[in-house]
């Protein structure tokens, strides 16, 4: 096609996402991409509109909150007003979940995590949303437990990364596909259709810094990964930026795996469930990878609150079963 697939173009032809939701894809990705793009601009420009830095209060869950945190989360819940469709917003940077529309269309969830590596924020390193699409289980009035549903429940998941250049990719079940912000025309054009996760990758990303703190086998796990081994492809690369969803893109696109496993400060994991590892393990599932807690599918864990942690290994799907392997041996 001479002009090249827009997010719209695409989406319409995946209609067939449910039946009886002829549109309701649309309806959801576009203001998703709109903030995204929003927010690709926002990054590209807060050092010199004196946005970078501490915004001095805490999110909801005890990180201190950077003021594109504060930023990200308003663009993205601006992005969803006058969506009659969704019902409510869960965000980390929320305490509680938000009431959207009280339309009796408003039969969808969104969680999300409005900018992920907030740590790289001011020293120019990749960021990123995430985000998952969840439907109400009953109408009327909105309730928190409601958001409360297996990553297996997801209707549509996907990110964007704000990185060398900015791309949103999503799954609504029929495969991952990748677009990127062309900034001439103000679109996300189709660049990376049907993305599939190699079975295996010789690449980890891991906080090695924490390795000390670390169960055995996850210990074992990463004394194997390092050990020479040239036949076995050993010793693997270790690319950690500091942000979920770039190292996570990499391993869909050439294999490999993240890992954040639990420790004594982080008891449960650090990721966050709901709106951080529940929705990019949607995608690489859909991208023929896999996402586990080290212990079993994380798309089958289910939440018992909105903030929930949990360790999460997630990426090619020979990596993945090997780190289980490791951490069942202990
Ligand atoms: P922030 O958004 O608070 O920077 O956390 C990012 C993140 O959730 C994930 O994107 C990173 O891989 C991981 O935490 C970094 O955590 P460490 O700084 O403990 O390695």
């Known amino acids: 096609m001479a002009t090249g697939t827009t997010l719209s173009r695409h989406v319409s032809a995946e209609e067939d996402w449910r039946k009886d939701a002829a549109g309701e894809l649309a309806s959801l990705l576009e203001p998703m991409a709109f903030a995204g793009k929003i927010l690709a601009r926002e990054i590209d420009q807060a050092a010199l509109a004196g946005k970078l830095g501490l915004a001095g209060d805490q999110n909801a869950t005890g990180d201190m909150q950077k003021k594109l945190d504060v930023i990200s989360n308003e663009i993205v819940m601006d992005a969803f007003e006058g969506c009659s469709l969704l019902a409510g917003i869960a965000s980390e940077e929320l305490s509680e979940a938000v009431v959207m529309s009280t339309s009796e269309d408003a039969r969808y969830l969104l969680c999300t995590d409005p900018l992920d590596g907030s740590s790289n924020t001011d020293v120019n390193a990749p960021l990123g949303t ?31 990364l704000y990185g060398t250049s900015t791309v949103l990719v999503y799954t609504a079940g029929s495969g991952v596909h990748g677009f990127t912000l062309d900034r001439g025309v103000g679109e996300f054009m189709l660049s990376h259709e ?76 650090k990721l966050r469930l709901l709106y951080e590892c529940a929705p990019l393990a949607c995608v690489a599932e859909q991208a023929g990878g896999a996402a586990s807690t080290g212990r079993g599918p994380l798309l089958d864990v289910m939440p018992e609150a909105i903030h929930q942690r949990t360790p999460i290994a997630i990426g090619s799907v020979e990596n993945v079963a090997l780190y289980e392997r490791f951490m069942a041996e202990g």
């Open 130 to 160: 995430i985000f998952g699409i969840l439907q109400r289980s009953r109408m009327g009035e909105l309730s928190a437990e409601e958001f409360l549903q297996k990553g297996s429940e997801l209707v549509c998941a996907g990110y964007v």
């Open 194 to 269: 049907d993305i599939r996760c190699p079975h295996k990758g010789t690449v980890y990303s891991a906080n090695v810094g924490r390795h000390n703190d670390w169960e055995p086998g996850v210990r074992k796990y990463l004394d194997h990964v390092t050990e020479k081994d040239k036949p076995s492809g050993r010793p693997h690369s270790l690319r950690y930026t500091g942000a979920l969803v770039a190292d996570l893109h990499r391993c869909l696109l050439d294999g490999g795996v993240y890992f954040y496993p639990a420790d004594p400060g982080n008891r449960n994991g």
